[in-house]
């Protein structure tokens, strides 16, 4: 693919924007990349990410609170001090014991975000979104049985309805 900018050189920096829910995108070579201003990283690892975010975490105290400061894992050892030094956890375990400290780390690593949603590929046709929210919606309906939240499951039934 050829630089949108110059049309001479072949595109190595691929820029996508979205601007109220539009998603444009830009093909650049490197050159014009440095001409327009475009700062071109490439891919960073996780320790990178990881490290980044932890340098702007705040302190264990302001965390986990003094009395949490020299928790470890009861099971690999792990203590928070590791985890600042190193950027990765030592065992599943970890994610439960240092949990409280964790979940703002994640969520700012996620965009917000603590749980796995998932993807559904924008070029999809319209069926298989179809059949993909009923799915979610026949879940949520189940759990909120479960949870006898009924009026909830009313609710969910109602989008159900509209949906097929």
């Given amino acids: 693919m050829q630089c949108q900018i110059c049309n ?11 601007n109220d829910g539009v ?3 830009m093909h650049i070579c490197e050159q014009c990349a440095a001409e327009q201003g475009v700062a071109a990283q490439s891919q ?4 990178e990410l990881l490290s980044h975010l932890l340098a702007v ?5 302001e965390m986990f609170g003094p009395s949490e400061k020299d928790l470890a894992c009861p ?3 792990f203590t928070l001090d590791r985890l600042r030094k190193e950027g990765t956890l030592g065992c599943p375990m970890d994610y439960k014991v ?11 690593a996620h965009n917000g975000k603590s749980t796995h949603c998932g ?3 924008t070029k999809v046709p319209k069926d298989t979104k179809k059949f993909v929210e009923l799915s979610q919606l026949r879940q949520q309906l189940e759990q909120a049985v479960r949870d006898e939240d009924y009026e909830l499951a ?3 039934r109602d989008k159900m309805k509209q949906l097929e």
């Fill in 8 to 18: 001479k050189r072949t595109a190595t920096i691929h820029l996508t924007e979205i």
């Fill in 23 to 25: 998603r444009s995108e």
């Fill in 44 to 47: 960073m690892s996780i320790n």
């Fill in 57 to 61: 975490q705040p302190s264990d105290e």
């Fill in 75 to 77: 099971n690999c050892g």
């Fill in 98 to 108: 240092f949990e409280e400290g964790l979940l703002p780390l994640i969520e700012r």
């Fill in 119 to 121: 993807k559904v590929p």
């Fill in 154 to 156: 009313a609710s969910l």
